[in-house]
């Protein structure tokens, strides 16, 4: 990996953090936080590169990695309702 592309995945992660700053309740899989999330603020990047920078959020503990009975990831924000209603639910067990 160049520096360049790792700089790029840098800037995807921050903005999808921004992104979750102003809509702390908002949950989507890959292809909702390319289409969603990033919209406005990135057009062009890869898959991976936005793969590789939820990744990097979910290791930083910004973002909780949900998989779905089909299978599907589901990324939602640790401090959001769903992260509170995952916790509680633990907590249950």
């Known amino acids: 990996m160049t520096d360049d592309w790792e700089q790029e995945v840098l800037d995807i992660a921050h903005n999808i953090s921004c992104y979750l700053d102003r809509h702390e309740n908002a949950a989507d899989t890959l292809e909702g936080v390319i289409k969603w999330w990033l919209k406005r603020q990135c057009c ?13 959020l979910c290791c930083q503990g910004r973002i909780n990695k949900i998989i ?14 769903l992260a509170h209603g995952l916790a509680k639910g633990r907590k249950g067990h």
Do not use: P
Not at 44 to 56: F, G, W
Not at 70 to 77: D, I, P, V, W
């Open 68 to 81: 779905l009975s089909e299978g599907k990831a589901l990324y939602a924000s640790t401090t959001g309702a």
């Open 44 to 56: 062009e990047e890869s898959e991976v590169q936005v793969q590789r920078a939820i990744d990097y």
